[in-house]
C-alpha cells in the first residue's frame, strides 16, 4: 500500500472527525470517544517509525488533543474499558503523565485497575525498578487486552536495568504482539541492544536484520546503525559474514557507505586492522561521486596502516587528505595517528639506558605494532618522523575526544613495552 503524505494523513485524520477538535464547539469534542482518538493517533505514530516523517508534527497535534479530551471528559466514559486503555496507553506514548493521574484522582467508580496506575505512576516518574517484578507479575494477567504490548514494552524497559536477558522476553511478547507498530520498533531496537551487550551474537543478528527489513527509515535508525556497528566491530570473528550483508543488503548505497565507513572507523581505533581495511575498501567501492567519501575511506584504512611495516606511506596518505574533507574529531583522530607514528620511527637516543652497553640493538619490526585495545567508547549515539622521511606530522591538539586520547594512550602503552624489552636485553648483555 502507497504510504500517505502528509496532505492525505490530514485529510483522514479529518474525516475522522478531528476537524471540530479544532474549532470552538465543545460539544463536538464529547462527541468523539477517547478510544477512536487514540487510533488515530496509533496510525500517525506508525506512519512516522514506518517512514513518514512528515507526519510528526501531528504527532504533537494528537497528543495534545487527546491531552484535553481525556481531562474534559465526564468520569462516566470511563466506564467504557476501550476509553481506560485509551487513557492507560496514552500515557506510555509519550502523553502527560499528570493526566493519568488526574484522572485515577477522579476515578470514583473503580474503572481503573490501581496496580497498573501505581506502576505507570512510578515508571513515568523515573522509579519503574521500584516496580520491576508486580508489572512483570501483570503482563501475563493483561496479555489479551489491548493495553499487553505496551505493558510488555514497560516492563522490558524496567526489567533491563536488573535483568538485561530477562527483558528480552517482555520485548519479545512486544513486538510479537504489535507488528508494524511503534512498539515493534521500539521492542527491536532495544532487544538488539541488549543482545549485543550480552555478546549474543546469532540473536543480535538476527534483531538486526529484522530492523533493516522493516524500521530503517525510522527517525531512531540512527540508533540502531550505532547498535549495528558496535555488534560488528566487537564480535566479528563471531559473526556470519553472509548475516552482515544481509542486514546492509536493505540499505541504499549511501546507507550501507555510512555504516561501512563508521565501522571503519571503530575498527582502526580498536586496532582491528583487517576489518578497518575491508570496511574501507567496502566504503570507497559505494562511494561512486560523494565528495569526501573517499576521503574518508583513506583515512581510515590508513589508520589500519599505522601499526605495520608501511607506517612512512600510511602517514603520507592521511597527511595529504585535506582538511577540509575531514570533520574535527577525524583531524583530531588523525593528528593522533601521526603523534603514534612519530614516536614510532623516533630512533632511540644514543644515551638512552636501553642503549647502555649494547650500543647495536634494534628494535625488531614485529614490536613495532600498536596492540588491539579494548577502547571504551561511551554511547544512547569513534613524534617527528625520521629524517629520511618527508612526512609533515601536526602537533596534537590540547582538546582532544575520548577517542584521540584512547589511540595515543594505546600507542604509548606499546612504547613503553618496547623500551622495557630493550632494557631487558640490555641488562642480559
Partial sequence: MTRLKLPLLC??????????????????????????????????????????????????????????????????????????????????????????????????????DNRVSEALRKYLGGKGVLIAKSLADMVPEYKDTKIAPYLALVAG???IVNDPVGALKFYDWARLTAPGTIVEE???????????????????????????????????ASQFADIFVQLVVEHYDALNAQDVHATLGYMDSDRQREVYLRIARSAAIKGKNDLAHLAAERAKVLSGSAEGADALAALYGGLADIPTSDV??????????????????????????????????????PASSAQVGSPNVEVPNDLAVVPDTPADVSTDPVA??????????????????????????????????????????SAVK
Wanted: no cysteine; glycine share 4%.
Fill in 157 to 159: 524497559n524496567v526489567t
Fill in 384 to 425: 617527528t618522523a625520521p629524517a629520511t622521511t618527508t612526512v609533515e606530522v601536526k602537533s596534537e591538539p590540547s582538546n582532544t575526544d575520548p577517542e584521540f586520547r584512547t589511540f595515543v594512550d594505546a600507542g604509548r602503552s606499546k612504547l613503553d613495552e618496547i623500551d622495557s624489552l630493550l632494557e631487558k636485553e
Fill in 186 to 220: 521500539a521492542a527491536l531496537r532495544r532487544s538488539l541492544a541488549v543482545a549485543v551487550e550480552a555478546g549474543m551474537v546469532e540473536r543480535a543478528a538476527g534483531y538486526a536484520n529484522r530492523y533493516a527489513r522493516r524500521f530503517l527509515h525510522s527517525p531512531y
Fill in 11 to 112: 485529510s483522514a485524520l479529518l474525516a475522522l472527525g478531528l476537524t471540530g477538535l479544532g474549532q470552538s464547539h465543545a460539544e463536538d469534542m464529547e462527541a468523539i470517544a477517547p478510544y477512536k482518538m487514540l487510533r488515530s493517533l496509533q496510525f500517525v505514530q506508525d506512519s512516522v517509525v514506518l517512514g513518514d516523517h512528515s507526519a510528526a508534527e501531528m504527532q504533537r497535534f494528537m497528543l495534545a488533543t487527546i491531552d484535553k479530551r481525556l481531562r474534559q471528559a465526564d468520569a462516566s466514559v470511563f466506564d467504557n474499558t476501550d476509553n481506560v486503555d485509551a487513557a492507560l496507553v496514552y500515557a506510555m506514548s509519550g502523553g502527560n503523565p499528570a493526566t493519568l493521574e488526574y484522572l485515577v484522582a477522579r476515578d470514583v467508580n473503580g474503572n481503573f
Fill in 312 to 349: 612512512v606511506s600510511a602517514v603520507e596518505a592521511i597527511s595529504d587528505i585535506p582538511d577540509a574533507m575531514l570533520s574535527p574529531s577525524d583531524r583530531a583522530l588523525r593528528s593522533a595517528a601521526e603523534a603514534i607514528a612519530r614516536e614510532v620511527l623516533r630512533k632511540p637516543q
